[in-house]
């Protein structure tokens, strides 16, 4: 009984654009058979032993043809249970998706199809380009400026002439004179709309817009490289209107995200949101340690202190698996460090009866020296092993109970991408900037310019690593992006 192969659309680049399901069948594959990809941080998605094979093609340079690739996914498909398929853009979409269903069908071959994101549409998009727009175009025409000839004879100029339809032609760089002087000859107006639009939707991408006439000189002059997109009609003219890639006031900034646990981070949605082009990366992995907290701790607390988001998950996990809930809580006083952990609380119904200023271990400390009368009964989950300061303060002068409710492990991923670049590192924490230089090595975040730190204790670990940190005027994910906008301002 053979596998299942998944014909996957892996979108036009922006690792945001690959659809859900496509993403599920990544991480569920045994076998990976992928194309030269606008992005390949795509292949860290697989899990552990999967194999990754490579039949790039790209102009002029066919890695393995396309027979062989057709058999390569039926023989794959006699060992493994998923193959995917990976392609740019959408897989019908000048993917050669088609042949290589119709050759499984053939061979008995079980297969999916997971449409993608295409760049003929997407790419646009980025660019500020509506495909269609009401009033200006009705309709698009998406065509490939390669045939198996290699060239434009094929293609109805004097129809494409008369149509105020958008025209897409993918494939068409290299061909951008000979299609603009085909479209002139054939009677469109020099003065048309059109726009290249090259590396779309990732962090490099550009677009140069010009009349018809003068696209050519003008692509030339900017020395645009592919992968490229070329459009022409009046839809272009919405770019001044809808163009929002890349803009605002981190707009185009290239940010590092080491995280603590899984990416996406809401910080990586908040520096989005601004318009930089942030990369997050698992830097460190986090394991819960079931069964510590017990119910006998619970009834003997009179103060909850939680740190982060992330205690607060674990207690209330640990909680609700000892058949308790917040009513356990209802006499006990809750501390939180600051908004991001009273928010998380919240989730649980409860709120926060404290929340120091600042808003970081010392703040908690200091608050609690003034508040709690001494020997108050605290309870305090954190993390295993590390930062020990706040728990060694209040006991100090509280009874203490800090169990260790999760651990915090090397992460699993693997090292930046060779060709990746950044105008600054962010970080949110100590172990995250451990954890950065353990994967990268300090060559590799050195090269990252800038650093900005969430507060004293991660400007601290940056410093004794020495890195200069441009510390947040607050310590939270805001504070983070103001200190950043001030940098690249
Ligand atoms: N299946 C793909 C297209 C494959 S043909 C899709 O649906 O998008 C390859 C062509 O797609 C390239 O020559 C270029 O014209 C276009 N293309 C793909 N990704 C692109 C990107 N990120 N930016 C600009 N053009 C892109």
New binding site residues.
Partial sequence: MPGTVFLV?AG??DPGLITRKGLDCLRRADCVVYDHL?NDSFLLETKPGCEKIYVGKQ?GNHTMPQEAINRLLAEKAQTCETVVRL?????Y???RGGEEGAWLRREGVPFVVVP?V???IA?LAYAGIPITHRGVARGFRVM?AHDKGGGLTDLDFSSMAGTRDTLVF????SLVGEIASRLLAAGKPPETPAAV??????PAQRVVTAPLSELEARVREAALP????IVVGEVVNERETLRFFGEGPLGGVRVLVPCVGDAPSRLGELLRGRGAFVTETPVRRIREIPGVLTEEDVRWAQALVLTSRRACAFFFAQLFALSLDARALANVRIAAVGPGTEEALQSYGLRADLIPEPHTGAGMEALLRRVLAPGTRVLYPKVKGLAPELAEALDSFCALRAPELYENLPAESAALPADAAFDAAVFTSASAVRGALELFGRDALAACGRFVSIGPKTTAELEANGFAAAEAAHADLGGVAEKLEELFS
Avoid at 87 to 91: A, H, N, S, W
Avoid at 170 to 173: A, D, Q, V, W
Avoid at 226 to 229: D, E, T, V
């Fill in positions: 659309g036009p680049g606008a102009a392609k740019g853009g959408d897989v979409v000048f993917g993608g295409t760049s003929a790419g490939t993918l494939m068409g760089l639009i090259s590396e779309a939707t990732l592919s992968p490229a997109l």
